[in-house]
């Protein structure tokens, strides 16, 4: 499988002594199990991909998130084919999903390859989510809270059109399990990107599905080349702050763990991870242990791909976390008591790095929702990246679960929208999270406090009779349905449905692509209009070119600041 193709190793090597600490970009046309497998690549920036989202959420702004369609427009209340969504190529389908009750009623499911007349796929839900096909199996396809899920890759060259059969409807418009909820996550790929269409099964399927089975392990295996900086049995005094890292780059951080055994919540909430690039002052990451990590609270111990909290070493965070000077990771403590640490475990290599290659950031947001609030926002973010997913914290002084009736937006490069069809949907279930239209043939049965898998679980979801209280916490990680952003992203999801008064907290994961020396243009890229620029200011000691090409250090724009532009090249896009 050949996921992507890197610097090769004597360029790495000559570059490793620059300042900027890039290496040429990462290309690769394998698209499908590829994006799971290649970890490091979990953090390349993107261009030309752009993500998509086919569902059945209510086009007129109401809450009849089901049977709607491209064709006819409208909620459609008879018997008949309809055209879920019509794709250009090449693309892939990354995700499709249903409610477990909804995928049971056997809705079709047929789609049409690159043009052809005669469907590529021609199945019903009940099948596919059942098992039955050779394409479609666990771990990749699984139930799971009310919803059933599939993350096999459906590929096609130059387009997708996806047809189903929508069943009647009564005219009462009454609840009825015919209704039909559908999302397809789907990702286009830049013109001219040469894939094999489905039925063609993309190549890696055996490595994903081990990762998704040993979910917990790092997604790409020991290291031993790996340099660790590690501390035990740390007690940070209040208003303290303990440097567990402070690296010079370029680099990627493997993995970062925290063990804190008898931590209470109080010592989770108030213990501050930071993390710091290239000298900013400014946080590519400031958050709460208990938030980050999903710890504490009585919050179910999880193991998800990029991030957990049941391990040897504690709580886990295998997210790639490249840096090309400088890389400081913080623990403050903002009580005024002292909080014991009982080890801090840090993997990083050295090692040139992609032009591409995007910093990880989070943004956490806390909210009270006030009357006339419609969404709580999750992610807001401008330059250019892509977002890999959340945790959200819910609770509300009500007995009911209506809070999870809020859709899920996502708006990229102030124009596309992926636009979901309610809250326990973003996160794979179904039914709040079969808590309603019970399925009893679920791993976890109905009323499920918590359900774990590798990309999305529920770490506690409780209501109980006699008691005005509701929670859900979740969690979703899109690596390969990431959604790569040009200039900017708004992520939210609706709270209109909540009481006034219920509290959301939320931490949102992305990308960002740093400054770029040498990017004159701020295109995110090396061409020849940098190039222009370089050669304007060959043997300068013009502050203003040294800030841009002097990739050395040496004082002056020179043949080895050519070199090393040379190696970041990537010509005209």
């Keep these: 499988m050949n996921c992507a193709v890197g610097l090769s190793s004597r360029l790495a090597l000559v570059f490793m002594g620059f300042a900027g600490g890039f290496a040429t970009r990462a290309t690769g046309a394998d698209v499908g199990y590829c994006e799971y497998a290649d970890w490091a690549g979990w953090a390349r920036i993107s261009r030309g991909h752009r993500a998509g989202l086919a569902s059945s959420y209510d086009r007129s702004g109401g809450n009849d998130d089901f049977s709607q369609y491209e064709y006819p427009e409208g909620l459609v209340t ?11 190529g090449p693309g892939v389908i990354r995700r499709f999903w249903m409610p477990h009750l909804t995928a049971k009623r056997s809705f079709v499911v047929r789609m049409y390859v690159d043009g052809e007349s005669t469907p590529r796929l021609d199945t019903t839900s009940s099948m596919l989510f059942g098992g039955t096909l050779p394409y479609f199996q666990s771990p990749l396809v699984t139930t799971f809270a009310g919803g059933q899920v599939s993350y096999e890759p459906i590929v096609f060259a130059e387009s997708l059109r996806i047809e189903s059969v929508n069943k009647e409807l ?9 209704r039909h909820y559908y999302q397809y996550t789907f990702s286009t790929l830049p013109v001219g990107t040469s894939v094999a269409s489905y039925p063609v099964q993309p190549a890696g399927r055996d490595v994903v599905a081990a990762m998704f089975t040993n979910a917990g392990s790092h997604p790409a295996g020991a290291d031993p080349s790996a340099t660790e900086v590690t501390w035990s049995d740390v007690v940070v005094p209040g208003g303290g702050v303990l440097v567990a890292a402070d690296l010079a780059g370029p680099g990627i951080v493997r993995q970062l763990t925290l063990r804190m055994d008898s931590a209470l919540d109080a010592e989770l909430d108030a213990l501050r991870l930071r993390v710091y690039y290239d000298q900013s002052v400014e946080a590519g990451i400031d958050a709460p242990v208990s938030d980050f990590f999903g710890a504490g609270h009585d919050r179910a111990s999880y193991r998800s791909l990029p991030l957990g909290t049941d391990s040897a070493d504690g709580f886990y965070s295998y997210w790639p976390m490249p840096y090309r000077r400088a890389l400081r990771v913080e623990l403050h403590n903002t009580s005024d008591e002292a909080i014991t640490v009982d080890s801090v475990r840090l993997a990083y290599r050295q090692e040139a790095l992609a032009v591409d290659m995007g910093y990880l950031h989070v943004h956490v947001c806390e909210h009270v929702k006030e009357a006339g609030d419609i969404y709580h926002p999750i992610l807001a973010a401008t330059g250019r990246g892509h977002y890999v997913g959340n945790l959200l914290y819910i609770e509300q002084d009500a007995w009911s679960f209506y809070m999870l009736e809020g859709d899920d937006v996502i708006t990229v490069d102030g124009a596309d929208v992926l636009h979901g069809t309610g809250l326990e949907d973003a996160y794979n279930g179904g039914y709040y999270y079969n808590w309603v239209g019970v399925q009893s043939d ?3 049965g109905g009323y499920p406090a918590s359900a774990i898998r590798p990309l999305f679980g529920i770490l506690r979801v409780h209501r109980e009779d006699g008691v005005s209280y509701a929670r859900a916490d979740q969690y979703r990680w899109q690596i390969a349905d990431r959604v790569p952003f040009d200039t900017s992203i708004d992520v939210k999801i609706e709270n209109r449905y909540a009481v006034t008064g219920s509290r959301w907290r939320s931490v949102g994961f992305c990308y960002l692509q740093p400054e770029i020396p040498g990017d ?10 940098d190039f222009a620029g370089l050669a304007r200011c060959f043997g300068s000691s013009a502050p203003s070119c040294l800030e841009t ?10 043949s080895a600041d050519f070199e090393a532009f040379a190696l970041l090249f990537s010509g005209p896009m």
């Design 442 to 444: 679920e791993p976890e």
């Design 170 to 178: 009564p005219s009462s418009g009454g609840s009825s399990p015919n």
């Design 78 to 88: 008879d018997e008949r084919v309809v055209t879920v969504r019509t794709i250009g």
């Design 520 to 529: 004159v243009d701020a295109d995110g890229d090396l061409d020849l209009a």
């Design 549 to 558: 090409f002097d990739f050395d250090d040496s004082g002056q724009v020179d």
